[in-house]
């Protein structure tokens, strides 16, 4: 989630007092969900897996608002405005993400849960291969990316709330933390689902809401293009102002890419009825579409209200969504979007430290033979620790915070798609090729993109370092597995199998 430059615009936020209306009201719902949650939280399966009991629904719009985070509020809307058409090649992969996840992961893992008791993404790796070394490697490259990826959160959350609330920078971070970890430690994946849920329904609501003033605004879509065409007819083009390479290789990256994401993923063991995943891709899609409307409605309407003179250049593209907001919509529609922002924010730190926390007190433990026997009481206390740590690290430079977050897709991507989302489905995989991929994926993703961050190493034009890494990751799981795949059967065991065959 990009950091919203809001400090400029915090005392216009002020002066208008429906915004800080809705973000309380925001604020109270889902304290009223981590109430209800408490007291249905009784076991480790509860606190890190919501105990089976999420209808397909509920699954898809809280799978839905942990995907999108707050880029699709805040950095994507800037990329529309700097890039143009281009920027969608990012959004465009999820229709056939939403389905190759259902078809190829979703039904595995649910059935593993029931086969094995499972509840990590890690535990399915271990399962798949019979390697505890494999799922405690996993769950090392989790939490690489998990704390980063909280930093930026609470960082982003930090933001808001200081333009919201004038708290000052250092203390929204930490009030961010403590509200997210309050429903977390208390209600566990159980609170998270709902709260996910809860914070969907809000981003859509606001999303659609936006577009229809983005329509009002510009002139309809055929007013918007117009006003582009006028001064830049390539923005609308194909690929916008990238190159073809560059915007199929984002495609590329986050269709893949999406298999690999651990706070999507972990969701499908929670789905009561698996039958019912038929539907899922169905009713992601539908609801990322409507909540993709201002991703892509508010940079396309920010570069025609610049090509008019009605909307100062930007400084800063992320500064879009701020600038339409609070300039063209009344102050109910920017208070939603507030909020939209603090939920994008809240759902995705909410899964990251539940399963950071199930990477330290259920994976790495197996992985070294250890078993902890009070898995709830332990959760709750890494929960707490990995949620200190990450507001520790919100707190120092914006430069490393940001660097944190930058490879985090990418990680998850290049260590977990092969040795998941393929593992699952090829009985030829090998446990040599599962470690070697996910220590070539990790090193090659931390290697590369701290050269490419540092200005050490340039990448060719449309190469992207995920992409690279998530490609060198999966020749490796090919490769290791061919030279090692008279192993494979011995290593697969026969539930495995059965799982593997449905």
Do not use: C
């Amino acid at each position: 989630m990009s950091g919203w430059p809001l400090v400029a615009a915090a005392t216009v936020a002020q002066r208008h007092p429906a915004i800080i209306a809705v973000a309380v009201l925001y604020f109270v719902g889902v304290a009223v969900i981590a109430t209800w949650a408490t007291r249905r939280t009784h076991s480790a399966a509860d606190y890190f897996a919501a105990g089976k009991g999420v209808g397909i629904v509920t699954l898809a719009v809280a799978a839905m608002a942990s995907t999108l985070s707050g880029f699709a509020f805040i950095g994507g809307p800037g990329l529309v405005y700097s890039v143009g058409i281009g920027a969608v090649f990012i959004v465009l992969s999820a229709a056939v993400t939403n389905t190759m996840g259902a078809w190829v992961l979703a039904k595995r893992l649910r059935l593993l849960r029931e086969t094995r008791g499972l509840f990590t993404i890690p535990d399915a790796i271990g399962a798949r291969f019979s390697s505890p070394a494999a799922q405690g490697l996993a769950a090392v490259a989790m939490l690489v990316a998990i704390v980063g990826y909280m930093a930026t959160n609470f960082l982003a959350l930090g933001l808001v709330i200081d333009a919201l609330f004038n708290t000052g920078l250092a203390a929204g971070v930490w009030i961010a933390m403590l509200v997210t970890l309050s429903y977390t430690l208390t209600g566990g994946m159980l609170a998270g689902v709902y709260t996910d849920l809860f914070e969907g329904v809000v981003k859509t609501v606001a999303s659609v809401t936006v577009f229809w003033f983005v329509l009002r605004t510009g002139g309809g879509m055929t007013g918007i293009s117009r006003a582009i065409m006028a001064v830049d007819a390539r923005f609308l083009g194909p690929w916008g102002t990238m190159t073809a390479q560059s915007a199929l290789s984002l495609f590329f990256v986050f269709g893949l890419g999406s298999l690999g994401q651990p706070h999507v993923l972990h969701k499908f063991y929670m789905l009561r009825d698996p039958r019912r995943l038929k539907w899922y891709p169905l009713i992601m899609s539908v609801v990322m579409t409507m909540t993709l409307l201002l991703f892509v409605g508010v940079g396309l309407a920010v570069r025609a209200l610049v090509a008019q003179g009605r909307l100062a250049p930007l400084a800063r593209p992320d500064d879009a969504t701020a600038a339409f907001v609070l300039g063209f919509t009344p102050s109910v529609v920017a208070g939603l979007v507030f909020a939209g922002v603090i939920a994008a924010g809240m759902s995705t730190v909410n899964a990251f430290m539940n399963i950071g926390a199930a990477a330290l007190t259920h994976d790495l433990p197996i992985a070294f033979g250890r078993r902890v026997h009070d898995e709830l009481r332990w959760g709750r206390r890494w929960t707490l620790v990995l949620s200190v740590i990450a507001a520790a690290v919100a707190q120092w430079s914006g430069t490393l915070v940001a660097f944190l977050g930058i490879f985090g897709f990418g990680l998850f991507a290049a260590t977990l798609v092969p040795s998941l989302a393929i593992g699952l489905n090829w009985k030829g995989a090998t446990r040599e090729g599962a470690i070697a991929s996910i220590a070539t994926g990790l090193t090659l993703t931390l290697v590369i993109e701290t050269l490419v961050y540092a200005r050490v190493l340039s990448l060719p034009g449309g190469v992207s370092t995920s992409g690279l890494s998530l490609v060198l990751s999966v020749l490796v799981f090919f490769g290791v597995s061919w030279l090692t795949r008279a192993r494979a059967a011995g290593q697969l065991a026969a539930d495995v199998a059965m799982v593997m065959d449905v």
